[in-house]
């Protein structure tokens, strides 16, 4: 594939975590929403509910993880993308790490929480991570779901 | 309560996570286990199941963290002490940040895949870590199970 090519196709999944974070939007959640994609299917899509589970481990990242590897019937996602629409946090880089997801695609990052300032290392040491995708979308979602709270 | 007392109190309640890691043991998982103590109360028990589940988000303390916020009917579990055999993952430490834990009790480090290594500032700032309770006991679990399965 051209990066042009890669480029399209990650706009394309990061559109149906989009639709994810729009579910958790309408649900009263922070809005975030995950797939993951293994040899081009959506083998998981998850988002986030630690509201309504009343669990602060119900990310969409975490939920996406386990729902695949059950698909899978593997607990390593070695052939798999995970799209996130935010950067994801200590927690869930901590997971993607004993997963092995090889490529992580996000939106958005997120400075207050996101794993690169607490645990930048967190990942896999091969894996590979691509941010900026559809960015603006998957921000004011964000940003509209706070305004919305205030 | 007196250094004296607390130290106890702590060794008995590691000897309860102590019996959820040798359930692992018995079960072919790595050996780690994990209780949730509110008020003096043990308010959830936990062992590492990713084997069993298929599941590397099963470690036991993650499982402890969502039982007790079960046990407790919200996700913050501020007045809780962790007990866990082993120094926690990042992900782990990840999820003790979010549920703001104030105080975290281990019984040996990890350094390979310890969250001090990754992500020593992954729990909640406020939050206080005692190490080294039980420790052999906690270390020799392990030790048997590696050796085990060479």
């Known amino acids: 594939m051209t990066t042009e090519e890669i480029r399209k196709e990650d706009e394309n999944f990061m559109r149906k975590a989009l ?3 729009q579910k958790a939007f309408e649900e009263g959640e ?3 929403g995950a797939i993951i ?3 081009g299917r959506i083998i998981s899509r998850a988002h986030n509910l630690t ?3 009343n669990d602060v481990t119900a990310h969409a990242e975490m939920q996406a993880i386990t729902a695949a590897a059950n698909t899978l019937g593997g607990k390593y996602l070695k052939d ?4 996130v629409t935010i950067e994801p946090c200590t927690m869930c880089a901590g997971a993607i790490g004993w997963a092995q997801i090889p490529r992580i695609v996000y939106g958005a990052s997120e400075e207050k929480r996101g794993y690169r300032k607490y645990a930048p290392q967190a990942m ?7 941010c ?3 960015e603006d979308e998957c921000k004011e979602l ?3 779901f706070f305004q919305h709270r205030r």
Chains 1, 2 share one sequence.
């Open 132 to 134: 900026g995708i559809l």
């Open 142 to 144: 964000m940003q509209r």
């Open 19 to 21: 639709i994810e974070a």
């Open 51 to 53: 509201e309504t589970l």
């Open 80 to 83: 798999c993308t995970l799209y």
């Open 37 to 39: 994609v293994c040899k």
């Open 30 to 32: 922070i809005p975030i």
């Open 124 to 130: 896999h040491p091969k894996s590979s991570t691509t």
